[in-house]
Structures are given as C-alpha cells and as structure tokens.
C-alpha cells in the first residue's frame, strides 16, 4: 500500500486549500483516517479524523474551518481547510488505517507529507 499526498501549497489568510490522500495497492477499504500537521520546533498533532462509521473528530482550533471528508470508490480522503490562518502553517500528514485482505489484515502508514503555507 501507498499513500500519496496532493493539495498543499502557499496561500493567503483567508484563503482555502483542499489536501488529499490517495491509497493505491491491494486495499479493500479504508478504516480509519486521520490528517496531522507539524510546524516547525512543534510535535504532530491530529487535527481531524474519521473512521469507517461515526462521526469525525477535529482539533479544537479547526472547528469551524477544516473538513474531513472521504471518498471511498477512489479510496481517497481529503481535508478541506477553510478560513486558514498563518498559525494553520505546517506540513500535513495523512495516517491511514487500511483493510488489505478479507481476513481482517490491515495495514497502516503514513503520507509523504505536503507543505501549506498561510501569509498574513
């Protein structure tokens, strides 16, 4: 299994992006999903995730403004960032929990990781 990160980018306060994170190889279906992002001098941190039922989890400072969402026939999930602010700015991650075989194998990893950039 890969994951491919797309979406990222510089752009204004204000401003919107939307990340995606595609999955390629034997998959079945994606479980769980979750986006991270780290600044620099910062630790990872999730700011939302979603699995297979229920319903999303978001980072108090994204509330409002990000989006995760799925796409489960391209086996995709994006993060759609809404009003971003300069403090947004950071390399997002996407950590994917996926069913690889139908005996319940799973497989997890990360995203190469892409750069958003938010000016004031």
């Known amino acids: 299994v890969q994951l491919m990160e797309s979406g990222g980018g510089l752009v204004q306060a204000g401003g919107s992006l939307r990340l995606a994170c595609v999955a390629s190889g034997s998959i079945f279906r994606i479980d769980a999903a979750g986006w991270y992002r780290q600044a620099p001098g910062n630790r990872r941190e999730l700011v939302a995730g979603i699995a297979r039922t229920g319903m999303p989890i978001y980072e108090d400072s994204v509330k409002g403004r990000f989006t995760i969402s799925r796409d489960n026939a391209k086996n995709t999930v994006y993060l759609q960032m809404d009003s971003l602010k300069p403090e947004d700015t950071a390399v997002y991650y996407c950590?994917?929990?996926?069913?690889?075989?139908?005996?319940?194998?799973?497989?997890?990893?990360w995203g190469q990781g892409t750069q958003v950039t938010v000016s004031s």
């Open positions: 950590n994917l929990n996926v069913l690889i075989d139908t005996d319940g194998s799973e497989w997890t990893g």
